[in-house]
């Protein structure tokens, strides 16, 4: 079955950054793009970008331009985003997601990465 | 960007009721807009894709309909199972794909 695995959680300092990773099985790794998604309470659902998983080419909503850095392993069929600069701002539960077009049939269970000093 | 209005906020329904909620879009997507719904401390689960597709393995008890700028999620025989949020997601402007704020769905 399709599973996409996300590493677990992170509390990070300001200023500092992160590199969470997810785990995907049960298909062809290379036949799908990997797209991230940041969730918060106040702001909800927010996409950040996607990776070609075949080829390593990256698409980012331009809001994430400069704050987030995808990047892919074939080899481990794993997926990595990166999130830098960290501020108070960036805490947010970040899911990957499998996507078709962007339409996304399965997603990671979610990390949360808390941003406090 | 593309703003996905959804209403209402919070939903409060009694078990057998039907419910439909709404998305807005603030330009024309066609029919780029899909439906997922997120209980509690889960992830996002994709119920129906372009508008009205639905999806191997979600219960034909929803089912949804639109296009354009208005679109409907369809809930037939509310069941305690379908407590969650349900955000809609448009990808007719991408990579700005934005998402709507979400429906709560509570059960009297």
């Known amino acids: 079955q399709v599973q996409l695995q996300q590493s677990g959680a992170e509390l990070a300092k300001p200023g500092s950054s992160v590199k969470i990773s997810c785990k995907a099985s049960g298909y062809t790794f290379t036949s799908y793009y990997i797209s991230w998604i940041k969730q918060t309470t106040g702001q909800g659902l927010e996409y950040i970008g996607y990776?070609?998983?075949?080829?390593?080419?990256?698409n980012y909503n331009e809001k994430f331009k400069g704050k987030a850095t995808l990047t892919v392993d074939k080899s481990s069929s794993t997926a990595f985003m990166q999130l830098s600069s960290l501020t108070p701002d960036d805490s947010a539960v970040y899911y990957c997601a499998r996507g078709i077009r962007r339409v996304f049939d399965y997603w990671g269970q979610g990390v949360m990465v808390t941003v406090s000093s | 960007d593309i703003v996905l209005t959804q209403s209402p906020t919070t939903l409060s329904v009694t078990p057998g009721e039907t419910v439909s909620l709404s998305c807005r879009a603030s330009?024309?997507?066609?029919?780029?807009l899909h439906w997922y719904q997120q209980k509690t401390n889960e992830s996002p689960r994709l119920l129906i894709k372009y508008a009205s597709q639905s999806i191997s393995g979600i219960p034909s008890r929803f089912s949804a309909s639109g296009s354009g700028t208005d679109f409907t999620l369809n809930i037939n025989n509310v069941e305690f199972d379908d407590v969650s949020s349900y955000f809609c997601q448009q990808t007719q402007s991408w990579p700005a794909l934005t998402f709507g704020s979400g429906t709560k769905l509570e059960i009297k």
């Open positions: 330009h024309s997507i066609g029919t780029n």
């Open positions: 990776i070609n998983t075949g080829s390593g080419g990256t």
